[in-house]
């Protein structure tokens, strides 16, 4: 029997894995094909690189995903733990400094003694012959995409989905921009906000669903995910679509007329030094000319040093209702377990709770191969975030795509809101 269980992919849910298992005495070796190859979206050579936002959402326990991160908290989730250690102001959200969350996450993985990482792509899948945790990621490498279609026997799917461009701070204009509370709430004011009146709107969005983009495939276009809209898409749903979506501006005063804004863009900090700062909700496909004459028309952003542009990429996962249970072990081999948004989970905290599930669990498995009382494997009660996120994986669904955490998936809580 092998003594170590292999986890493939160093992202979120394949460091929490990894540490999950490390912590209960296992051997793990995580392979990693950073900096050896890098997939379209990353260019860090640490573990735990983030891409499409710096925030974790909500901390609020009134709100699925923070409901979500404080079970995560009381599990010891080692990537929450340091996502709180590097987090910089977000009012109610827990956002964090990207680089310094990636080096700390590579920093407590590389040092732990249970920990071996090998920094080379792993392919091999049939060839290990022990329990292993996949946890490739939404942009799995092509060899890998064939390995996983080959041991799952079934077709792969994949949704596009976009990152929001980042701006420097300094380059911003101050007399337009201003800190600000939605509904004064205490705590929000680590916010930009950028007012616009209805003619400064109205000229946004003609430029804006008129602009061009990149060039998609036709499959391409009808996979776009509903939970990472890019702006432009969801613009040309209606004039006043946005407005009542990522530029919604109620609850807010603009300081120079002392009136609510016809329109109003958030700009949210990306870094713990506080001079980048991404556009909340402008995830997008425009061409980076584009991106950069349409989104300075936004009052504020006239002068807008773009440190980064939005960019978009494939995301790929698997057909989990059909391949895996509520551990994330897959069906038809025992051995293997999947984690992370290849499993359909969307969102970095649900991410990280994948991989705890499937760590904790191919560990019981790894111990149990040893031992004549078997331990039963973990499920989470459906009344969790967690729970919720595991049932709905593993349950049959013609329609399955991609989903964050949210209230409608648990049971215990539709019950109470009944009431």
Do not use: W
């Amino acid at each position: 029997m092998k003594e170590y269980i292999t986890v493939i992919g160093g992202g979120l849910a394949g460091c929490e894995a990894s540490y999950q298992i490390a912590k209960r005495g296992i051997k793990v070796k995580l392979y990693e094909m950073k900096p050896q190859e890098f997939s379209p979206a990353h260019s860090n050579k640490n573990l735990a690189e983030i891409v499409c936002s710096n925030s974790f959402k909500s901390n609020s326990i009134t709100n699925a995903c923070g409901l979500l991160k404080e079970e995560l908290r009381r599990m010891d989730s080692l990537l929450i733990k340091i996502a709180d250690k590097t987090s910089v102001p977000a009012g109610q959200a827990l956002a964090v400094d990207r680089e310094k969350f990636a080096e700390e996450v590579t920093k407590q993985i590389e040092q732990n003694p249970n920990i071996k990482v090998i920094r080379e792509e792993c392919t091999k899948i049939d060839e290990i012959n022990g329990i292993t945790v996949i946890a490739t990621g939404p942009l799995t490498s092509k060899k890998m995409s064939q390995k996983i279609i080959e041991i799952t026997e079934k077709e792969r799917l994949a949704f596009y989905d976009a990152a929001a461009p980042i701006i420097e701070k300094d380059s911003i204009n101050f007399d337009i921009a201003f800190y600000g509370d939605r509904y004064g709430k205490e705590g929000d004011s680590s916010y930009i906000n950028l007012p616009m009146n209805k003619e400064e709107y109205e000229n946004f969005y003609n430029e804006l669903v008129n602009a061009e983009v990149v060039t998609l495939h036709d499959f391409e276009k009808k996979e776009i995910f509903e939970g990472c809209m890019p702006i432009e898409i969801m613009a040309k749903r209606g004039i006043d679509t946005i407005r009542f979506g990522p530029l919604k501006p109620v609850g807010f005063i603009d300081p120079r007329t002392n009136t609510r804004p016809y329109a109003i863009v958030q700009l949210r900090q990306d870094n713990n030094s506080g001079t980048l700062y991404n556009m909340v909700g402008f995830q997008t496909n425009l061409k980076f000319g584009e991106q950069k004459r349409v989104f300075s028309m936004i009052p504020g952003l006239e002068n807008a040093e773009f440190i980064k542009y939005g960019v978009m990429h494939r995301n790929t996962f698997i057909n989990s209702p059909e391949l895996l249970d509520e551990t994330y072990n897959l069906k038809e081999n025992p051995n293997i377990y999947f984690a992370g948004q290849i499993t359909g989970v969307e969102g970095y905290v649900e991410s990280i709770a994948s991989g705890l599930v499937a760590g904790i669990n191919a560990t019981i498995d790894l111990k149990n191969k040893s031992q004549t009382n078997k331990q039963a494997k973990l499920v989470f009660p459906k009344e969790t975030v967690i729970g919720a996120l595991s049932n709905y994986i593993s349950t049959p669904n013609n329609n399955f795509q991609p989903m964050n955490a949210n209230f409608r998936n648990s049971s215990s809580i539709r019950r109470k809101n009944k009431r």
